[in-house]
């Protein structure tokens, strides 16, 4: 009996260390729930309970992984603190009622390779830092109420698959690097004040015309989506 007391304590302590996250992501995600005034949710967090226990956050390795709430009513701002998640590849928020400005702070998460926060209140512009997202795979911004032009530092995002900023208020010039990538699958900017760029459509159909379409490859070919206003006859 004496033996299987060491092993015992060991396994609860494996299990303990298992389950929990360091503090700064713990205090990030009760920062996003009382923001977002948790308490009324649709599916609210037992924020007294293990983290392991709230629903739509994933655990690997001790860390936060991910976060996916969609429609549930979240309503109020993002907090800076969701930098100290340093190991979240997925952040998907969409349709909920988030208001105020995308925090230039999100730049920080440098394993993010999903950032989704379509059919929010979102407002201002898009942060620079946003362009430090290096393994960042897709962007949904749409639906919101952004201004102001994109920063350059979009075109730094290589690894891009999905560019998602459909029905805002953006202006100014497009990323012509951007939509250069041959990662790019997607490319969504319609319903905003983009300056019309004849260069931009000229790009994009070109890199749809160069996916292989021949009866072997029909079925498993992914042909980008493009969804762009230009101004008539250009």
Not at 69 to 88: D, I, V, Y
Not at 105 to 112: D, E, K, R, T, V
Request: no cysteine; hydrophobic share 40%; charged share 15%.
């Amino acid at each position: 009996m004496k033996q299987l007391l060491p092993a015992l304590s060991f396994f609860l302590l494996g299990f303990s260390l298992f389950a929990q996250i360091p503090d700064s992501e713990l205090n990030a995600l009760k920062d996003l729930y009382h923001n977002t005034q948790g308490e009324n949710w649709n599916q609210s967090w037992d924020i007294t309970t293990q983290v392991t226990h709230w629903k739509g956050v994933t655990i690997e390795n001790g860390h936060v992984s991910e976060i996916r709430m969609l429609f549930n009513n979240l309503e109020g701002t993002l907090p800076a603190s969701l930098q100290n998640l340093s190991q979240l590849k997925v952040l998907e928020l969409s349709f909920n009622k988030i208001n105020g400005a995308l925090p230039s702070s999100l730049g920080n998460l440098n394993q993010l390779e999903v950032l989704a926060l379509n059919g929010n209140n979102l407002e201002g512009t898009i942060p620079a830092s946003l362009g430090d997202l290096k393994n960042l795979r897709k962007l949904h911004l749409s639906s919101n109420s952004l201004t102001g032009m994109l920063p350059d530092t979009i075109n730094q995002l290589y690894n891009l698959t999905v560019f998602n900023v459909f029905q805002n208020n953006l202006s100014g010039d497009l990323p012509v690097e951007l939509a250069k990538s041959r990662s790019i699958k997607e490319f969504i900017i319609a319903e905003n004040n983009f300056n019309p760029s004849k260069e931009i459509s000229t790009i994009l159909l070109s890199n749809s015309a160069s996916v292989d379409l021949s009866e072997d490859n029909y079925y498993s070919a992914q042909k980008p989506i493009i969804a762009i206003e230009v101004e008539e006859g250009n």
